[in-house]
């Protein structure tokens, strides 16, 4: 059995591969992205084609459909790198990373040999994922008993789509797009959804605003607009209305994803403490002699250690169910790793000091990216409820 506390050979060789990208690709290039007030700026392709490149955007494609067959475990680990370098970068791959494996899952053997060759030879193929709506975010995560609003009515041959999602990320980007509308007239989403492949450039759907974040600014959240757009039958992922499952039976691992990504930047923030306490010198010695500060940088490492092996059980688990697999890992492991990033943010900032309010240290921009992940794949009030209710409820 592996063992999720020890890196095997292979897990060493991929993480040296991503510190790598992440120094020489990531990390020069980040902090002049991220200042671009244009919202769609800060996404680049450039680095989209260097992690092509590496073997990065492909990787939890199985070696039939051309990439390495990563496991969730050694994803989440490279997830998390990359966020050491940049959250957006790291939201760029982990939704691609995440997407391709739900795609290799749940789509049947048409979609497949439709769709993975072709997103697996373009160096630009990111994915993206469209459930949250203006009026259904929290709703879906429950999830409560109302319809989302972006309907799909049957006609010949397909579906006639209408509505709008937002906030989807990789939106006015991915090639591919796994979409959730209602098509049970009446019912609830959790019964009358329907999950749908959808290309881009299909006509009635079109991109809407790209949202001005205040953070994790390299990836892009955009709206998705639907105006009677066909899509047809073939493209229905699984079985009609039955939406949730694909989502609950393929995807256990996506919360502890993004967990994953913010204790990237949990990380970063941690290291600069540590850099900025060695040099810095007040009260006659550098601050890392101070013993306030050194106990400080030691409880912010027991957050990190912790957050990561809740979100590398989740992952292994997630793998494995039959070891015994329970859904509060599906919710919590991101709750937590988010909590001690913002908590960390603080921590760094005042560590800092006056510094640390100043553009100019980069603090302030790890402070702004730590903050994405308490609303971003649910709102962490959100996800204990969603945990409780499969402790109490069900
Ligand atoms: C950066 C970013 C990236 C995202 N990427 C994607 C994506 O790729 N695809 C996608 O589909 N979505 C995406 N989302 C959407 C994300 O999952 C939702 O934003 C999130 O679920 C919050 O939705 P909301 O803002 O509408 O909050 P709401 O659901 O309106 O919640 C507001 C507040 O009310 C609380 N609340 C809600 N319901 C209850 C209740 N029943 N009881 C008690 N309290 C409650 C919440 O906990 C929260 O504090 C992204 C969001 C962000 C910020």
């Known amino acids: 059995m592996e063992d999720i506390f020890i890196l095997n050979e292979d897990q060493r060789a991929i993480l040296a591969t991503v510190a790598r990208f992440v120094e020489e690709e990531v990390m020069p290039r980040a902090a002049k992205l991220d200042a671009d007030p244009d919202p769609e700026a800060g996404f680049s392709w450039e680095i989209v ?14 070696e039939k459909w051309g990439g390495l067959g990563a496991d969730s475990l050694t994803t989440a680990m490279v997830i998390e790198e990359l966020a050491r370098g940049d959250l957006g970068v790291s939201v760029v791959m982990a939704q691609t990373l995440k997407i391709a494996q739900i795609m290799q899952k749940a789509l049947n053997d048409e979609q497949r040999a439709r769709v993975l060759p072709g997103f697996a030879k373009d160096p630009r193929g990111v994915l993206a994922i469209g459930i949250t709506e203006p009026d259904n975010a929290s709703n879906y995560f429950l999830p409560h008993p ?12 397909g579906w006639i789509v209408n509505g709008m999602k937002h906030f989807i990320s990789n939106g006015n980007r991915a090639s591919h797009y796994l979409l959730f509308a209602q098509t049970g007239k009446g019912q609830p989403m959790a019964e009358g959804a329907t999950c749908f492949l959808l290309e881009r450039g299909r006509r009635g759907f079109s991109i809407g605003r790209v949202h001005d974040k205040m953070g994790e600014r390299l990836a892009n959240n955009a709206e998705l607009i639907f105006q009677d757009c066909f899509i047809p039958d073939e493209n229905v992922v699984g079985a009609v209305g039955k939406g949730f499952n694909v989502l609950a039976e393929f995807f256990p691992q996506s919360n502890a994803y993004a967990g994953a990504s913010v204790l990237g930047v949990a990380g970063a923030l941690h290291q600069k403490s ?27 490492r027991m957050l990190i250690d912790a ?17 015994g697999w329970d859904r509060t890992l599906g919710a919590l492991p991101k709750a937590m790793a988010s909590q001690a990033a913002w908590k960390i943010a603080t921590w760094c900032m005042e560590i800092h000091g006056g510094h640390g309010y100043m553009k100019e240290s980069g603090v302030e921009k790890l402070v702004r990216d730590a903050a994405a992940f308490l609303h971003s794949d649910g709102v962490n009030r959100t996800l204990f409820l969603k945990a409780a209710n499969f402790m109490f409820r069900d």
């Open 49 to 62: 084609e260097k992690a092509h490149e590496v073997g990065i955007r492909t990787m939890t494609l199985s």
């Open 146 to 157: 109302v319809p989302f609003r972006t309907t799909a009515e049957k006609t010949k041959g």
């Open 274 to 300: 540590i850099d900025w306490a060695k040099t810095r010198v007040q009260g006659g010695k550098p601050l890392i002699e101070h013993d306030g500060i050194r106990a400080q940088l030691a409880e912010m």
């Open 307 to 323: 957050s990561r092996s809740y979100i590398h059980r989740a992952c292994w688990l997630a793998d494995h169910q039959e070891n």
